[in-house]
């Protein structure tokens, strides 16, 4: 991951980092980087306000309050061999492979309320409860059954079938990497794509293309029905309804594990994972982290985990939230 995105509070969209294939949406094909936060005024001169936003590795997401969502970015290789047997396709959504610099509206969604993007593929949920998917199919990301890309956004039947037959519907998604999950009002969790190192928590074994995966939605077991789920690059986190936290990935645990959390920690109050890491911070203001993060020294150490006070950290501030989805961590710290 090459950019990073920060929406203010009236709605305006920034990006900073490398652009590269016009993933900064500021008009430019190659070579751009911008080391501050650079406004895309594409939304601002059509008074759109972005409420959310998602990266890939050359494509950027955003839903305005409208429910419409609009990418950017990469949109493939043409020729026979490109996209039948590489899958040189991107995830923007609009039904070809031309590239696209700034922002361009994704015709075939109306009414959406969440998005998702992992490296190469793109995930929007509607209004209504429908999941649509597009992009680079491998790994059986897509969620469709196959190993086939998608040019525009595709309804996900299995999990249509799902909300029609048993009243399943999604309340969180999230995507990272090539993996993706959702998870669902009564607590259900299912998972699919890329499992090469244990991220889906389903176990472990030989699916497409002799890389572990799985090309269908596949619901992922805790003790307790779950509360929330965090994706990163090969990691995993979840949170079951009592509160206990589980990681999976990395080779090192091929199912969810529980996480012992010390007891001076507090109440949780938010988790995220990246390429080799989990973080958790709670509501004491403290950090459990396991990799190496931060170059300061752990106040203490449990189950892999180190002990950090954020207001050594921040310098008095109080963290709002962590994202650290692939290499790059992020924090929003509040200060009086």
Partial sequence: MRHSAAISGDGKLYLFGSGNWGVLGQGTETDARFDSPQLVDFFTKREKRVIDV???????????????????????????????????????????????????????????????????????????????????????????????????????????????????????????????????????????????????????????????SENQPVNIKVDEPVADFHPGTNTLLIKDTEGAVYKTGLKLDYTPRKIAVPEEFGSLAGMTCGRRHYVLWSDKNQLLVWGKVLSEKAQSEADGFGLHFGDSLFDGGRIRDLSMKYGIFGALIEHK
């Fill in 54 to 212: 998602a990266l890939g590795e050359y494509h950027t997401v955003a839903l305005t309050d409208d429910g419409s969502v609009y990418t950017w970015g990469y949109g493939g290789k043409t020729g026979m061999f490109n996209w039948m047997y590489t899958q040189e396709v991107g995830a923007l959504g609009h039904g070809d492979k031309k590239h696209h610099f700034t922002p361009k509206r994704v015709e075939k969604l109306a009414k959406v309320k969440s998005i998702a993007a992992g490296l190469y593929h793109t995930v929007a949920l509607t209004e209504s409860g429908e999941l649509y998917t597009w992009g680079r199919g491998l790994y059986g990301v897509l969620g469709n059954g196959s190993n086939q890309y998608a040019l525009e956004p595709e309804l996900n039947e299995e999990l249509e079938d799902l909300r029609k037959t048993e009243g399943k519907e999604i309340a969180k998604v999230d995507s990272a990497d090539e993996f993706t999950g959702v998870l669902m009002t009564d607590g259900s969790l299912y998972l699919w794509g890329k499992n090469d190192r244990g991220q889906l928590g389903v176990g472990s074994g030989i699916g497409i293309d002799m890389v572990e």
